[in-house]
């Protein structure tokens, strides 16, 4: 499996999940999650997608410009939407390049850095983002009693390891 495809799975597994999910679960703010909600983490996770999405156009990625729409967080019809578009946006990648990362990691001051980087290595930075994420919705999920698949939010190389391990 090609590593667009893992990120095009990783999506439908969202988007199936998606479809689980009461309304009100995904808006509750959670106090496991400091008081944020399902859907912020959602949101968090597709946002990075949609700039990657439109880094890739510019040939520049800044996840610091994030537009933290409110709907994707709130709307579960409207986050699938988007996993769609995402969906169908991955699917048109057909080789790598290269592209400029910026990133400003100080919290006071402007210290912008530009990183060289890839669609590849900005797609696996991606996936295990969203991984970690899923990770994090897990806890509040099975909180409420919402059952999961053992492999949910868990990294690719643990589900390795668990397996050899098991053998």
Do not use: W
Not at 29 to 37: G, R, Y
Not at 72 to 86: F, K
């Amino acid at each position: 499996m090609t590593l667009i495809e893992h990120n095009i799975l990783k999506l439908e597994e969202i988007k199936s999940l998606l479809k689980q999910l009461p309304s009100e679960l995904y808006v509750k703010p959670k106090e496991i999650l400091s008081q944020s909600t399902v859907g912020q983490h959602f949101r968090h996770i597709l946002e990075f997608y949609v700039c990657l999405q439109n880094g890739i156009y510019k040939q520049t990625v800044c996840y610091d410009e994030r537009k933290r729409d409110t709907l994707i967080e709130t709307n579960m019809d409207y986050a699938t939407g988007i996993i769609e578009n995402l969906q169908l946006f991955l699917e048109k990648i057909t080789t790598d390049s290269p592209l400029t990362l910026n990133a400003n990691y100080a919290v006071t001051a402007d210290e912008e850095l530009q990183l060289k980087t890839s669609i590849y290595r900005e797609l696996a930075y991606a996936l295990d983002h969203t991984i970690h994420h899923l990770a994090i919705i897990k806890i509040a999920l099975i909180e409420e009693k919402i059952e999961l698949d053992t492999n949910f939010g868990v990294a690719l190389s643990t589900i390795r390891h668990r397996k050899v391990c098991a053998q």
